[in-house]
């Protein structure tokens, strides 16, 4: 994914600066050409000697930067770079980037650069969680930059916490699985993505719901978004950031979910429904608390089935849209999953077997069966659920392609 790709590796004022030397090297291990540039803090810890010569290429350092020699060198550095990484970032170099300072040479070249970008973190923890570096964190975030997160364990400081620099190792494997050279199939379409589980209301402190984490959702619409999408995500309440460069439109029940689906789809070129939706929900909803009460052990609740979503889809889709299902079973995976796939006209359906307790819900990875209407099946490895949303998005890119 690096290969034969031109890296500038920006080197900010943190005392794992000298691990940047090893990131370098695995860098270039991939096939990639690598340039860096030295911040006055990081050369405090390591010298641009050190990475002339493991890149074999100059290093732009404050000094250098104001040296005539007929080109703007910050400038024609960044026309250079096909991905920027700041590693170690510490929290003054963060700022700087956030706030869209240009005073040295690390921040200019970053302002000028065009091309991807990606921040890793290192400093002490409490400089982490002191709430400037999260409000910086953020702003880079709202900007576009993927923003890895530090690794917890011994600090310089001698106790553990998190802000610790991740290995090189470790860095080089999510800057690939990030995606950032996806090919660009999905230019000029509209992508609408489902996540999360709907909340059924029992009361004004009570609900019904499910163990869906809104992983997988949302991992797709950061990989539609990756291949050049406009990308709508229509989430469930859910622990996690929003992905960047993505409208999101919250909603809690299946009701309000079907009521934000149904008013988008038709500007839609695909419909991705991976939220995990109630099949059913109270008949009634309890305006107050409900108490428990003297004498009364058991309680009884009545339940109607919720709104069947992608049947209301089918009812009035295009023949230009793509629809695809995802089906979360604990048995009969592919009988299942094929019921599905006809009676709601999808294009495409992922059944993937919740029951396992390595994969599906709350975890990283998954292991999806894709389904399509003429019965070819196709099963991926046990993977993360960032490999298989961009397996999905592939198909759906070739679906349209197709239409």
Known sequence: MLEDKHITLTVGGSVAAYKAALLARDLQRTGATVRVVLTAGA??????ATFAALTKAPVLTDESWWQANGQIAHVELADWTDLAIAAPA??????QFANGQADDAASATWLA????????????????????TQRNRQQLIADGVHVLAPATGKLAEGYSGQGRFPEPADIVAQVEQLGVFTPQTLVGRRILVTAGGTRERLDPVRFLT????????????????????????ITAPTKLAAPASVTVVPIQSTTDLS??????????DALVMAAAVADFQPEVTADQKIKKTTGNDEFILKLKKTPDILKQVAAIKQPHQVTVGFAAETQNLLANGQKKLASKSLDLL????????????????NQVTFILPDGVTDQTPKTSKTVIARALVDRVAQLLADK
């Open 43 to 48: 050369a405090k810890f390591v010298t641009a």
């Open 90 to 95: 510490s929290a003054n170099l963060m700022a």
């Open 113 to 132: 650069t065009a091309a991807p970008k990606i921040v890793v973190p290192a400093m002490n923890t409490h400089m982490w969680q002191a709430p400037a």
């Open 210 to 233: 499910n163990d869906s984490s809104g992983k997988m959702g949302y991992a797709v619409a950061t990989a539609a978004r990756e291949a050049g999408a406009e990308v709508t995500l």
């Open 259 to 268: 009521q934000a689906v149904l008013a988008r789809f038709p500007q839609a």
């Open 350 to 365: 992922a059944a993937n077997d919740v029951s396992r307790s390595d994969i599906g819900f709350n975890g990283d990875d």
